[in-house]
């Protein structure tokens, strides 16, 4: 051991870590590390003279096994979904947390320490494959269909679930039949956008209440035509991005519209048939990646001829291209 981890092949520290001559993606990888107060990170070996994949996030705590705020650092982690597992050491245990599966961390609108698998450290059979730092050093984890099936979910990892609850909630407000369906749409889009922003701490507190006396959070304002309108045209002049602009018709429609309390009432209040609400309390809008917006706007674009989306990989070759390293 040395200082506050154990030494090991692929385990890259986040104190003390170097980052001139190191490949872009780990750098990113352990800045986002950093930000998250990971201890160290886990790398899969390089292939192919290709950069090193991020299996694991370590952390090393002295607190109690079941610590409320780490579940909220889980569920943090979970919506970002940069990295498949976390490990956490302590008091003589190891807890796994999954963050490309399901979100252990709820219990009902409670956010919980809720670990996938405790490793008692004074145990000497270690049967489950995800304690073999061999196997998931070289990748062979995954070779696995099982672990795949327990840890891995295409369709229950954060940012295809949300899309998913999205699609849904867009239905379900299909259905009820309020406002025309372009605004409701477009406001659905908006609502999410704005959540993201919310999260993101982008607003200065007493924000909302500019545009509505004594609202505090965004889905007051959403339910209030007119407050709405005008926090809109705030949010364009100040992005300036023609993204929140709103046609003569829709001004109307949100100025004089009757539903507009009830579909924010239905937006705000999504919730599972089993009561546990969606969208905004399961998910931390601040950790979801950026990119996540163009997903959801692309899932309401009717005409694909007209909208064209560049691919990530082209967009950082070209980055890569045009910026220097520093």
């Not at 961390?105 to 320490?113: L, M, N, Q, R, Y």
């Not at 979801?288 to 674009?301: A, D, K, N, T």
Request: aromatic share 12%; with cysteine; glycine share 6%.
């Amino acid at each position: 051991v040395e200082g506050r981890l154990a030494v090991a092949d692929g385990i890259v520290p986040v104190q003390g870590y170097v980052k001139k001559n190191r490949p872009a993606e780990e750098v990113a990888i352990i800045e986002k590390a950093e930000h998250y107060g990971a201890d160290a990170v886990f790398f899969e070996v390089s292939r192919n003279g290709k950069t090193s994949v991020a299996q694991a996030f370590l952390y090393r705590s002295d607190g109690p096994a079941q610590d409320g705020s780490f579940g909220k650092l889980h569920q943090r982690l979970w919506s970002w979904g940069g990295v498949p597992l976390v490990y956490r050491f302590t008091n003589g245990v190891v807890q796994l947390f999954r963050c490309a599966h399901r979100p252990d961390f709820e219990k009902g609108s409670e956010i919980i320490c809720r670990p996938f698998d405790i490793l008692n450290l004074t145990s000497q059979v270690v049967a489950a494959p995800w304690w073999d730092a061999e196997q998931l050093r070289t990748g062979t984890l995954w070779d696995d269909p099982m672990v795949c099936k327990q840890l891995l979910s295409s369709k229950q990892s954060a940012q295809k679930a949300l899309i998913t609850a999205v699609q849904e909630l867009h239905q379900e407000l299909n259905d009820k039949g309020l406002l025309p369906q372009s605004l409701r749409r477009r406001l659905l889009i908006l609502s999410v956008l704005i959540a993201y922003l919310e999260n993101r701490k982008v607003f200065e507190e007493g924000f909302f209440a500019r545009f509505l006396p004594r609202a505090d959070k965004f889905f007051q304002v959403l339910g209030n035509g007119p407050a709405l309108i005008s926090l809109l045209d705030h949010l364009e002049e100040r992005f300036n991005g023609h993204v929140f602009v709103l046609g003569k018709e829709d001004r109307e429609q949100l100025r004089n519209s009757e539903q507009l309390a009830r579909f924010a009432d239905l937006v705000e209040g999504r919730q599972e048939p089993n009561g546990q609400r969606t969208l905004w309390q399961r998910y931390s809008f601040a950790d979801l990646p950026v990119e996540f917006i163009s997903h959801i706007y692309q899932l309401f674009v009717n005409d694909s001829t007209m909208a064209v989306y560049t691919p990530h990989f082209v967009v950082r070759l070209m980055i890569n291209e045009v910026l220097s390293w520093e």
